[in-house]
């Protein structure tokens, strides 16, 4: 794990950076604003302990909080996927499947990683447009722009993972 670090921070680096200058900019509608911020937090190791990952979600939430003015929301929403992470990994993980270090689409498989993603992404999402929004008005029009920014960051995300993953092995299951 303590080889992982420098590609860790690299990848925060690259995604913070990725989500303040591109991906806050970009809005296809009022409905749809996406992030990909929070594959940060989905790639770190499988072996970090859960302490430290909820360390790490809460600070390079408030980092992404202190750039784009947000007062807290991306923290809060960071540090809940930190937190329901592991569950998330034991829910949709096979009994007695062994994975590497850390998530890989080329390890786990395709199908698993857009699982993994929809579902983490999806509470994301749920949670930041329910605190921005701070009521449960137009409820129909608040579940629109949650399912339309989930599918639009899941395809930059996938797109991101296929650009910068190590292909080791392909297992498109």
Request: proline share 5%; charged share 10%.
């Amino acid at each position: 794990m303590i080889n992982q670090i420098p590609l860790n921070l690299f990848r925060l680096l690259l995604l913070l950076l990725a989500q303040i200058l591109i991906f806050s900019h970009i809005n296809f509608s009022s409905f749809i604003n996406p992030y990909i911020f929070p594959l940060f937090i989905l790639l770190l190791p499988f072996e970090i302990p859960r302490w430290l990952l909820l360390l790490i979600g809460f600070t390079s939430g408030l980092a992404l909080d202190f750039f784009l003015g947000s007062t807290g929301m991306h923290a809060a929403a960071c540090l809940l996927v930190a937190y329901l992470r592991p569950f998330l990994i034991n829910v949709i993980t096979p009994k007695g499947t062994e994975f590497e270090i850390s998530p890989n689409v080329y390890a786990q498989g395709i199908t698993w990683f857009v699982v993994y993603l929809s579902v983490a992404m999806f509470i994301y999402l749920t949670f930041y447009f329910l605190v921005e929004a701070a009521t449960f008005l137009n409820l129909f029009l608040l579940l629109v722009k949650i399912f339309l920014s989930v599918l639009v960051s899941l395809t930059f995300m996938l797109i991101f993972l296929f650009l910068f993953s190590a292909k080791k092995k392909r297992r498109f299951a």
